[in-house]
T-cell receptor, first 114, second 113 residues
Framework: DAMVIQNPRYQVTQFGKPVTLSCSQT?????MYWYQQKSSQAPKLLFH???????NEADTPDNFQSRRPNTSFCFLDIRSPGLGDAAMYLC?????????????FGPGTRLTVL | SQQGEEDPQALSIQEGENATMNCSYK?????LQWYRQNSGRGLVHLIL?????REKHSGRLRVTLDTSKKSSSLLITASRAADTASYFC?????????????FGTGTLLAVQP
């Protein structure tokens, strides 16, 4: 089945230790998104790729970076995680940046920062 | 903030009852979407309603949209324990070549068996 896969599902890191979260998709969608979701809050968009074009949200901290080496994969790098970065990180894809599109989400990676 | 608001924040009902969630948003929209999120999981798209539609049905789901009031509601009829989840409305913000979803604050629905 076509889907959005995130690895790992749970990630524990230490304060200040870089961490990379992975997302892959078999949907062949050209847009991929990364969201941060803290407990009992709505998902907050960090950035997205439209093909190779990277679009950063204005309020996304510099501590968060992303790479998209090909259509199928997208990575979220947190260079120096702080306690406030503990959250669920959701990857999503959509077909095109059209006006009536839906997003397909992966199961998320829950990040714990010790 | 462009984020929409949902109410109630939490809703607890008995199995078989109907559940209604409301969403208000701030900007003009082309369409509004509803997503469901089971605990600790990703979001799943439920239904999309366009700005020129007033009501839409999908199975046990009924969505209404009032663009004059910038509000939408999601009705789940004959609820089941498996409907227990958080429900988010989302609107699209257009920004030239890039569009993005803005999610509401969410309603946590608990359906008691």
């Amino acid at each position: 089945d076509a889907m959005v896969i995130q690895n790992p599902r749970y990630q524990v890191t230490q304060f200040g230790k870089p961490v990379t979260l992975s997302c892959s998709q078999t949907l062949n969608h050209n847009v991929m998104y990364w969201y941060q979701q803290k407990s009992s809050q709505a998902p907050k968009l960090l950035f997205h790729y439209y093909d190779k074009d990277f679009n950063n949200e204005a309020d996304t901290p510099d501590n968060f970076q992303s790479r998209r080496p090909n259509t199928s994969f997208c990575f979220l790098d947190i260079r120096s995680p702080g306690l406030g970065d503990a959250a669920m990180y959701l990857c999503a894809t959509s077909r095109v940046l059209g006006r009536s599109y839906t997003q397909y989400f992966g199961p998320g990676t829950r990040l714990t920062v010790l | 903030s462009q984020q929409g608001e949902e109410d109630p924040q939490a809703l607890s009902i008995q199995e078989g009852e109907n559940a209604t969630m409301n969403c208000s948003y701030k900007t003009s929209i082309n369409n509004l979407q509803w997503y469901r999120q089971n605990s600790g999981r990703g979001l799943v798209h439920l239904i999309l309603i366009r700005s020129n539609e007033r009501e839409k049905h999908s199975g046990r789901l009924r969505v209404t949209l009032d663009t004059s009031k910038k509000s939408s509601s999601l009705l789940i009829t004959a609820s089941r324990a498996a409907d227990t989840a958080s429900y988010f409305c989302a609107t699209i913000v257009y920004g030239g070549a890039t569009n993005k979803l803005i999610f509401g604050t969410g309603t946590l629905l608990a359906v008691q068996p």
